[in-house]
């Protein structure tokens, strides 16, 4: 599997923007990069993919280097709703499915 | 759209029982998967399908058995439930591969086995 490494947990102020941070090394070319993010309780909800280009959507952008070994998710405005865990995936060229890691707790500190 | 549901929610069973944890997606998805995940740990693959009549082992796949007789349904069976089972079971869809599109989760069944 294509591993990424996340930093286990990170913290925010309400309000202010978060940046989470990926380093997918091993990436190959084709690969996509996925973030998904679960809430407590809840199933992983999808919140942005990205192959090359930084990519932007009503939840988050995706910011992706030019070398593609890392990409940061931003949050630009954090609210309480925002604490989960965030998944960041490579999907394999080939591959049926994501492989979920463990993912970045964030705690939203009001 | 009522999107993917799960049932049950909540289920304990004892040792060697059997049971079906039922899922049902109403999007005419063709990609279905489940994934089961244990305290402070990711999803890991059990089974999915790329379609009515298809299925597929994925990294964790013993003790379970999978089927596919249409596109809304897919159902995972637990065959004599163990201890090691205990377990978040997700169901996930999507309208192609995963590895490219967005994936749909289910709400979850929290499955203890005594």
């Known amino acids: 599997d294509a591993k990424t490494t996340q930093p286990n947990s990170m913290e925010s102020n309400e309000e202010e923007p978060v940046h989470l941070p990926c380093n997918h090394s091993t990436i190959s070319g084709t690969d996509y990069i996925h973030w998904y993010r679960q809430l407590p309780s809840q199933g992983p909800e999808y919140v942005i993919h990205g192959l090359t280009s930084n990519v932007n959507n009503r939840m988050a952008s995706l910011a992706i280097a030019e070398d593609r070994k890392s990409s940061t998710l931003i949050l630009h405005r954090a609210t309480l709703r925002d604490a989960a865990v965030y998944y960041c995936i490579l999907d394999q060229t080939g591959a049926n499915n994501l492989f979920f890691g463990t993912g970045t707790r964030l705690t939203v500190i009001p | 759209n009522a999107g993917v549901t799960q049932t049950p929610k909540f289920q304990v069973l004892k040792t060697g029982q059997s049971m079906t944890l039922q899922c049902a997606q109403d999007m005419n998805h063709e990609y279905m998967s489940w994934y089961r995940q244990d305290p402070g740990m990711g999803l890991r693959l059990i089974h999915y399908s790329v379609g009515a009549g298809i299925t597929d082992q994925g990294e964790v796949p013993n003790g379970y058995n999978v089927s596919r007789s249409t596109t809304e349904d897919f159902p995972l069976r637990l065959l004599s439930a163990a201890p090691s089972q205990t377990s978040v079971y997700f169901c996930?869809?999507?309208?192609?591969?995963?590895?490219?599109?967005?994936?749909?989760f289910g709400p979850g069944t929290r499955l203890t086995v005594l």
């Open positions: 996930a869809s999507s309208y192609g591969n995963p590895a490219g599109n967005e994936q749909f």
